[in-house]
């Protein structure tokens, strides 16, 4: 889970948007939809639950 949320952290970051929440969530579910890893996708879907939970 830790990988997929840097990885996401990184693509936010290399399109010069600052990291907030709802934009980690977005962009964890992209990931996830445009993987094939079926780990990964488990992995993105095990963050988007922890932050949508944080959010509530």
């Known amino acids: 889970m830790h ?3 840097g ?3 990184r693509q936010i970051l ?3 948007e600052s990291v907030n929440p709802h934009e ?4 964890l579910w992209r990931l996830k ?3 094939a890893d079926m780990a ?3 992995a993105c879907n095990r963050a988007i639950r ?3 939970g944080k959010l509530n």
């Open 3 to 5: 990988e997929a949320i």
């Open 7 to 9: 990885l996401a952290i």
């Open 14 to 16: 290399r399109r010069g």
């Open 24 to 27: 980690l969530i977005g962009t």
């Open 33 to 35: 939809e445009s993987s």
């Open 40 to 42: 990964l996708r488990e």
């Open 50 to 52: 922890l932050f949508a």
